[in-house]
């Protein structure tokens, strides 16, 4: 399967096509790329670019390099931990927000 194919199947990301050995994608607004990029590299070994120094672009840029079937794995399977986590996170903080009425005892 083809990087490009593989990245497209991930929720929330946007692919950008390239004519080159990188791919350039866009995460969920909500998403931080910089937490994405120190995600990826501390747990699952893959390092990315975060694009947010570039003219035009915000934090949720990322530059990928093409790279052989395994590493495009850990890639993909990281991108799905990260966003399961982020998901998780806006969970709880729904659950803490709910606020109580009357004196809880």
């Known amino acids: 399967m083809l990087m490009a194919e593989a990245l497209a199947r991930v929720p929330g990301l946007t ?4 004519q080159g050995n990188f791919i350039l994608v866009k995460a969920p607004l909500d998403w ?3 937490d994405l990029r120190d995600y990826l590299v501390s747990q699952h070994g893959v390092y990315v670019r975060e ?7 915000t934090s ?4 990928l390099v ?4 395994p590493d495009v794995r850990r890639l993909v399977s ?5 966003g399961q986590d982020r998901w998780t996170d806006r969970r709880e903080q ?3 927000s709910v606020p109580t009425y009357g004196r809880v005892s």
């Open 15 to 18: 692919i950008f096509p390239s």
């Open 32 to 34: 931080d790329g910089a």
């Open 51 to 57: 694009c947010g120094n570039k003219l035009g672009m």
């Open 60 to 63: 949720q840029f990322l530059r």
């Open 66 to 69: 093409v790279r052989p079937e």
């Open 78 to 82: 990281g991108i799905h931990h990260f």
């Open 94 to 96: 729904r659950l803490v």
